[in-house]
């Protein structure tokens, strides 16, 4: 799990994504190790191009609000592995494993300026829940996105 960790890291450092809360450094580096979630990964040969991970709603899920979510955490395409369709591909996987759980809905947080990632979510056909965002830290804005994989 630690070149996951440190590729999260290193992606979203970047991407200057962790200044306005560098404590979530911990956390960013923690998410699945508990084996809670599932964590996918692009890889080419043995070299890690990005990582998505798949988190079941659970009483700790910080936007899913019951059984039939779930909620895409930790998205991160290492800068060496960007603009290559890594991004696409593990929204996709990651999609296909929410519809094989029986997921009815699917949904994930980003800030402002992750638009590279936006932008994959908007082309798979996640659409904004504003009245789902969140500011966990002032100044901070968490935008919520969903994708509804049946009714």
Known sequence: MS???ELRVIAYTADGL???DPAY???LRLLGADGHG???VAEDGDRLLGTIMFEPWSERSEIARGADEAEVRAFAVAPHGR???VGR???NALVELAREEGVSRLL???QEQMLSA???YRARGFVRVPERDRSPLPGVTLETYELVLKE
């Open 3 to 5: 070149a996951v960790s």
């Open 18 to 20: 962790l200044e306005a």
């Open 25 to 27: 450094v911990e956390a």
């Open 38 to 40: 599932e964590v996918l």
């Open 83 to 85: 603009g290559r369709g």
């Open 89 to 91: 591909a593990l929204v």
């Open 108 to 110: 994930l947080s980003t």
């Open 118 to 120: 936006q932008y994959v």
